[in-house]
C-alpha cells in the first residue's frame, strides 16, 4: 500500500511546552514511560486493554517511584497526575504528545498507529516504542504519516536514558527534530537517526550478542550463569561509561585504534562472528528459562527489578550522570515561557 502523501509536520506548540502525555499501551514500557513522564512534572493519561492493566500500571509506577524519589523528582511531580481511561479515543484527546507502547506486532502496530493518528489532536507527534519495526512500516495506513515516527526507549524508561529518534520515509523531518528536542525537555539522552536501520543502533549492537549467547547455551558451551558473568564483570564495566570503539582503541597501548586494528583487525575474519540466528526451538527456550531461574538464585522478578533499579541509579550517580532530576519541571516551566513569547 502506498502511504499518503504527508502535509507538512506543523507542532501546535514547542517541545518545552508539552504538559499531557498519552501513554498507550502500559505494560514494562508504556508503564516505564509513564513512570519516567509523572517523574519529570507531565500530566499521564494511559489507555491500555487488557482488564488489569491499571492495577499493574499503578503498581509499576510505585515499584520505580523510590528510584526516582533518589534521582530527584521535578517540580510538582506526582503520581497523582496519573489517569487511566476506558476508551482510547479518552487518552489522547488532549495529548499533546503520544507515546505507543503496544505489544511488537506489525499488523496491531500498523491499525492503532493510524486509530491514534485519527483521535490525537492535530500538531501532536506520536511515538513508537518499537524494538526494532521501521516506522515506513507502520505508518501506512495513517491519514497524517508525517507526524508518526519511533522513539526507541530502553529498560527500564524511568532509568535508561537512551531514546533512538527515527523517522520512516513519510515522517517530516520537523517532527523528528521536535520529537528529539521533547524528549531531551523530558530528561531523555537522544540519538537522533538520519535514516531507519534495523534494530536501530543500539539494538542491532545487542542482538548480535544475544545471538552468540543463544547459540552458546543452545550447543551447551555456557551457562546462562558464565554468560552473565562474562559481561558484567567484563565488559559491561567498561560499557557503562565508554563504548566499545573508544575501549577498544585503549587494547591499542599508545598506538591507539590504528595499532589495535592493525594487530587485532586480521582476527575480524575469524569464524566467530559468522553465525546464523539460531532456532529458538522448545529445548533452547527451556534452557533459557532454566539458565535465567538459576541465575536469579531465588529472587522474585521485583526483588530483581528493585536489585536492577538501584544498580543503575549507582552506576548513573558513579558516572556522574544523575540526570538534573530536581530541575526538571521547573527548566519546563521557564522555558514554556520563553516559547509563549514568541
Ligand atoms: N520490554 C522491553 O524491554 C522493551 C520493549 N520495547 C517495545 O515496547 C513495546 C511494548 O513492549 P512491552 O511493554 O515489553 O510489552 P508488554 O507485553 O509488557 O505490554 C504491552 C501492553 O500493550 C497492551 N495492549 C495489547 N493490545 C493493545 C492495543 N491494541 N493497543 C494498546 N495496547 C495494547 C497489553 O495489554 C500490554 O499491557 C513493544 O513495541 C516493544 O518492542 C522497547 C524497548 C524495550
Ligand atoms: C528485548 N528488547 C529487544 C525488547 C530490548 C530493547 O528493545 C531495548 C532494551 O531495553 O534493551
Redesign the pocket.
Known sequence: MTAPSPGPFAAAFPPEAVRRVAC???????GGWAAHFLARGYDVTAW???PD?ERKLRRLVDAAWPALEQLGLAEGASRGRLTVVPELRDAVADAEFVQE????KLE?KRS?LAELDAAAPPGAVIAS???GYPMTDMQGEATDPGRLLVG????PPYLIPLVEVVGGESTDPGAVAWASRFYEVAGKSVITMDRELPGFIANRLQEALWREALHMVANGEASVRDIDASITEGPGLRWAFMGPCLTFALAGGEGGMAHMLDHFGPSLKSPWTRLEAPELDAPLRDAMVEGCEEAAAGRSIAQLVAERDQGVIDVLRATGRLPQGSGGHKDRGDATAEGEST
Do not use: K, M, Q, Y
Not at 25 to 30: N, R
Not at 101 to 104: L, N, V
Not at 152 to 155: D, G, M, S, T
Open positions: 498507550v499501551g502500559a505494560g514494562v514500557i508504556g491500555d486493554p487488557a492493566a507502547s503496544a505489544p511488537e496491531l492503532l516504542s518499537t524494538s526507541h526507549p530502553f529498560n
